[in-house]
Structure formats: structure tokens, C-alpha cells
């Protein structure tokens, strides 16, 4: 049995008063999932200190969006892994579309990222996914998959035991446009394949999200799938309801 995961990735929403309501709003309603559901919030770097203080012992792990690739030092605005694990922080979210495509984020960059946030003892929620016109011309599976080689596979085996892997398609974040269920198990499954190449059959344990615009009304067909092990959620995660209603989509 794999880990099942519904992780909410906030991205820059809410103040910090309101993120510290929904941190409290998703505590009170989280029994209603089960157990056997794990749930992670990931609030802006500033609402961090206090949702991890909100959540703590409530079975809500808290992670961030993003850390530096560097350890420490003069890079003027960076927030380094050891900062976030210091305030009690457990996962961060690398290699999201959006880093990718707004702030030039590389594989390079990743690697040294996946780095940091290991030697801190945070666990990556590593993000691949394909643009539009690459599913059009029919390169998907070669740009997830380079996103894969070109990271992943530079990973210990002791690493990558403890990796997520988030597939989201950008054409269907924050469109309103999900993958079909078949589309998305047929890129999960050969993500799987593609780690298990490398790492044999301890791919068969790494929990493999699917994420862009998941909600209660197709969380439940998309999590049926085999390789469906959750998602990675971003605007039905802004709403507790919504939260906790695809948490109880397995
Ligand atoms: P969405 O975003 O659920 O709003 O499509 C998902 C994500 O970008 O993580």
C-alpha cells in the first residue's frame, strides 16, 4: 500500500491571519478524512511559523513553496532549507511549473534545491509536468521524463525513499481543465516506469501526485486510478471545505 497525500500548495494567497484561519479550519475538520490520509499545507514563507504552531500534533503537516539553492550567505531575499526546518517545517515544493516558468528555475537549479532541502531533513515534493503545445505535438512523455532523468535520477537510493513526485500537466493549473483520469494515469504510470529504471522497485513505494485544477467533483475518479496516490492542490485548497472534501475523495 502506498502513502495516500492531498497536499495544498496556496501559492501567494491569503494574508496571515486568514492562512492562520484556514490552517485552523482544516485542523477541525481533519478527522473527517481518516487517518490513512495524509494531509500537508503549504503556506507563503510568512504564515509558516504560525501554521506549524496551528497544526502541530493535529496529524496537518505543514511545508513551503520553495527554498534557496544555496546554503547561506548574501542572496539578498532567499529563505534557506535550514531556516524552514528550523521552524518545524517538513516538506517543500521544488520544480513547480510556476518557479520553472516565471523565475527561470532549471534542472541545475533544481538539483542544487533537492540538495539543500535534504541535508535539512525536508522532504522534496518534486513537481514535473508538460506544456500545451508539448502534449499537442506529442512530446509529453519526453518532457516529463527529461524532468525526471535530468533530477531524480542524481538522487541517493536512501533520497529518493523518501521523494514525492507531483505530476501537473500546466495546462490544466488553474484552468479549470483537468486531465482526464486515463490521462493521468497513463503519464503516472509511466513515471513510475521511468524511476523504477533507476531505482528498481522502490519506485513501486514513492507516492506520485497528480495536480491542475483537482477538486471534490474529480478528485475521486482521478484517485481511483493505480497510480493516482493524491494531489497537489491549489485553488480548491484555499477553501477548507474543499480541502477536506478531496481528502475524502480516496
Ligand atoms: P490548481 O493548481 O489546483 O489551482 O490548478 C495546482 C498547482 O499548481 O499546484
Known amino acids: 500500500m502506498r502513502r495516500k497525500i492531498v497536499a495544498g500548495n496556496w501559492k501567494m494567497n491569503t494574508l496571515p491571519a486568514e492562512g492562520l484561519e484556514l490552517a485552523r479550519a482544516i485542523v477541525a475538520k481533519r478527522r473527517e478524512t481518516g487517518p490513512s490520509v495524509e494531509l500537508i499545507v503549504c503556506p507563503p514563507f510568512t504564515h509558516l511559523s504560525e501554521v506549524v504552531k496551528a497544526t502541530r500534533g493535529e496529524g496537518v503537516a505543514v511545508g513551503a513553496q520553495n527554498c534557496a539553492a544555496e546554503e547561506k550567505g548574501a542572496y539578498t531575499g532567499e529563505v534557506s532549507a535550514a531556516m524552514l526546518a528550523a521552524l518545524g517545517v517538513e516538506y517543500v515544493i521544488l520544480g513547480h511549473s510556476e518557479r520553472r516558468e516565471y523565475y527561470g528555475e532549471t534542472s541545475d537549479t533544481l538539483n542544487r534545491?533537492?540538495?539543500?532541502?535534504?541535508?535539512?531533513?525536508?522532504?522534496?515534493?518534486?513537481?514535473?509536468?508538460?506544456?500545451?503545445?508539448?502534449?499537442?505535438?506529442?512530446?509529453?512523455?519526453?518532457?516529463?521524463?527529461?524532468?525526471?532523468?535530468?533530477?531524480?535520477?542524481?538522487?541517493?537510493?536512501?533520497?529518493?525513499?523518501?521523494?514525492?513526485?507531483?505530476?501537473?500537466?500546466?495546462?490544466?493549473?488553474?484552468?479549470?481543465?483537468?486531465?482526464?483520469?486515463?490521462?493521468?494515469?497513463?503519464?503516472?504510470?509511466?513515471?513510475?516506469?521511468?524511476?523504477?529504471?533507476?531505482?528498481?522497485?522502490?519506485?513501486?513505494?514513492?507516492?506520485?501526485?497528480?495536480?491542475?485544477?483537482?477538486?471534490?467533483?474529480?478528485?475521486?475518479?482521478?484517485?481511483?486510478?493505480?497510480?493516482?496516490?493524491?494531489?497537489?492542490?491549489?485553488?480548491?485548497?484555499?477553501?477548507?471545505?474543499?480541502?477536506i472534501g478531496i481528502g475524502k475523495s480516496f
Open 113 to 243: 534545491k533537492l540538495a539543500m532541502a535534504y541535508a535539512n531533513r525536508l522532504v522534496p515534493i518534486y513537481c514535473v509536468g508538460e506544456k500545451l503545445e508539448e502534449r499537442e505535438s506529442g512530446r509529453h512523455f519526453d518532457v516529463v521524463g527529461a524532468q525526471l532523468r535530468e533530477v531524480v535520477y542524481n538522487l541517493s537510493p536512501e533520497q529518493f525513499s523518501s521523494l514525492i513526485v507531483a505530476y501537473e500537466p500546466v495546462w490544466a493549473i488553474g484552468t479549470g481543465k483537468t486531465a482526464t483520469s486515463e490521462q493521468a494515469q497513463e503519464m503516472h504510470a509511466y513515471i513510475r516506469r521511468t524511476l523504477a529504471e533507476k531505482f528498481g522497485a522502490a519506485a513501486e513505494h514513492t507516492p506520485i501526485l497528480y495536480g491542475g485544477s483537482c477538486k471534490p467533483s474529480n478528485a475521486q475518479e482521478l484517485f481511483a486510478k493505480p497510480d493516482v496516490d493524491g494531489g497537489l492542490i491549489g485553488g480548491a485548497a484555499l477553501e477548507a471545505d474543499s480541502f
